[in-house]
């Protein structure tokens, strides 16, 4: 089945700095790349997708990057702010159903 | 506010005991997913329902049952619990059985005493 790495487990940076969160896959039929946002306490939130025939997606500040021969995806956030302090998740799902399979989260801290 | 309700939001239970954990997808969405979350496992698929069949099936243990109803709402049961089962249980729909948007609830906490 498919695996997620995610990486770093906690990042810190400051306020207006940019934070950058990387993945891997190993299941080279995923095909549909999510990222979430979890604050403590609550649910997931969509924040940003990619499908394989798109290298790069960018809403705002926030852009995410995928590399299909590396299997590899990132998150980048640009101009941090501390109400982007939370936890993130990547994750990937195959292209026969829905399943998502994230990686173990990074927790985001931005110092003001 | 996601749209996807789950019920109830907390649930405290002894071992060996048995609860149902419910959850109404978004208007219109047909695909159920349930996921639970620990501390030590993140975040892990459980099974997903898409017009009230099973789709896929995750790490689910034995003990652990889902179904779809006609009305496309979800229910998780989960039997004869232990410790280790305290977790956030969340639920999430989406449109379709494929990879599309999926939409989380607020999630279950279920502590196992």
């Known amino acids: 089945g498919e695996n997620v790495e995610q990486h770093p487990s906690t990042l810190s940076v400051q306020e207006g700095d940019s934070a950058v969160i990387k993945c891997t896959y190993s299941d080279s039929a995923s095909n549909y790349f999510p990222w979430y946002k979890q604050e403590l306490g609550k649910r997931p939130q969509l924040i940003i997708d990619i499908r394989s025939n798109v290298g790069e997606k960018k809403d705002q500040r926030i852009a995410v990057t995928l590399n299909k021969t590396a299997k590899h995806f990132s998150l980048h956030i640009t101009e941090t702010q501390p109400e982007d302090s939370a936890v993130y998740f990547c994750?990937?799902?195959?292209?026969?159903?829905?399943?998502?399979?994230f990686g173990q989260g990074t927790i985001l801290t931005v110092h003001p | 506010d996601s749209g996807v309700t789950q019920t109830p939001k907390h649930l405290i239970t002894a071992t060996g005991q048995r609860v149902t954990l419910r959850c109404s997808p978004r208007?219109?969405?047909?695909?159920v997913y349930w996921y639970q979350q620990s501390l030590d496992q993140g975040l892990q698929f459980l099974i997903q329902y898409y017009n009230g069949e099973e789709r896929a099936k995750g790490n689910i243990l034995e003990r652990f049952s889902a179904q779809q109803f006609p009305d496309l709402h979800s229910e998780l049961n989960l039997s004869s619990l232990e410790l280790g089962d305290s977790a956030l249980y969340f639920c999430a729909s989406a449109r379709d059985w494929r990879n599309t948007e999926a939409f989380f609830g607020q999630g279950t906490r279920l502590t196992v005493v």
């Open positions: 994750a990937a799902s195959p292209t026969s159903y829905g399943k998502l399979t």
């Open positions: 208007s219109g969405d047909l695909s």
